[in-house]
DNA sequence: ATGCCTTGCTTAGCAAGA
């Protein structure tokens, strides 16, 4: 059973590209983010002309998030119950495994943070303690559980293409990693380091100044899995190849497999 | 470097991203 976790920086602009990816990489369940559509423009028609099963949580202008899936999506919560949030960045659905067990799945696009000393980052702050709340009571429900979007959190150097400069800058900051690892404390598993990866791999690359030719990134979108889907993990990697398409998304779709 | 690029919203230049 394969889950993928992809910021699109607007599905407008890149669903013919989704679409794509989708037909090579057919995955049971692919998180989005960054919709950037309200929830009425949401283009569940090609979705479907394709195959595939959405829900999604749309918003005018900016956020967004929505599941992809081979099939329909079960118990679908949209946002946090946890914490009132003026942002569609949440959507949480349950999928049959293939020997009759069940899969709880978050896909989340997680504050941005702008600037330690700002007042986004003190609600990146209470919003990743509301999230924990609920991931915990999520976890108690269902052992296979797994949550991945755009974290926007590097989980330590490697994950940064230039950790010393960018050292307590967003995404870097001892706080947000603190959060970070508050999260996996909770039972979870970054399910990229499981396995061996390439040198400097990043998920997200800034479109300036040629970054993503230089390879100057970081790796800011994760899938982390509980001991349940641990057990069963069997693959997981970035997929930059999206990141060299004609007008790409600066985010690469980050792959998860369990085999059970 | 308060810059670079790409979105949306609006239609000239911000706001926001990361």
Redesign the pocket.
């Known amino acids: 059973m394969q889950f993928a976790t992809w910021?699109v920086?607007?599905?407008?602009?890149?669903l013919p590209q989704v679409l794509d990816w989708l037909a090579t990489h057919p995955v049971d369940v692919l998180a989005l983010?960054?919709l950037?559509?309200?929830d009425d423009k949401f283009p569940i028609q090609a979705f479907t002309e394709a195959g595939w099963h959405a829900a999604w949580l749309g918003q005018?202008?900016?956020?967004g998030v929505a599941l992809i899936s081979k099939q329909p999506a079960r118990d679908v919560q949209r946002n946090n119950p946890h914490f009132t949030d003026d942002h569609a960045r949440l959507i949480a659905a349950t999928f049959d495994a293939p020997n009759g067990e069940s899969v709880r799945v978050i896909g989340g696009?997680?504050?941005?943070?702008?600037?330690p000393d700002s007042d986004?980052f003190v609600y990146k702050m209470a919003w990743l303690d509301a999230l924990r709340t609920w991931v915990k009571a999520e976890m108690q429900t269902q052992p296979n559980f797994l949550i991945m979007g755009?974290y926007?959190i590097t989980f330590d150097a490697l994950d940064v293409w230039d950790p010393e400069t960018l050292e307590g800058t967003?995404?870097c900051t001892q706080a947000e990693r603190d959060q970070l690892q508050a999260l996996v404390a909770l039972g979870l598993t970054d399910s990229v380091r499981l396995f061996e990866q390439p040198e400097k791999n990043y998920s997200?690359w800034?479109?300036?100044?040629f970054a993503f030719r230089r390879n100057r990134?970081?790796r800011?979108d994760h899938v982390l899995i509980s001991d349940a889907l641990k057990a069963k993990a069997s693959k997981a990697y970035v997929d930059k190849a999206p990141r060299k398409n004609e007008?790409?998304?600066?985010?690469a779709p980050v792959v998860f497999e369990a085999t059970f």
């Open positions: 910021n920086n607007s599905l407008n602009i890149r983010q960054e950037k559509m309200a005018k202008t900016y956020n696009y997680f504050p941005n943070g702008q600037a986004k755009d926007n967003i995404h997200w800034d479109y300036r100044d990134g970081l800011i007008r790409p998304s600066d985010h």
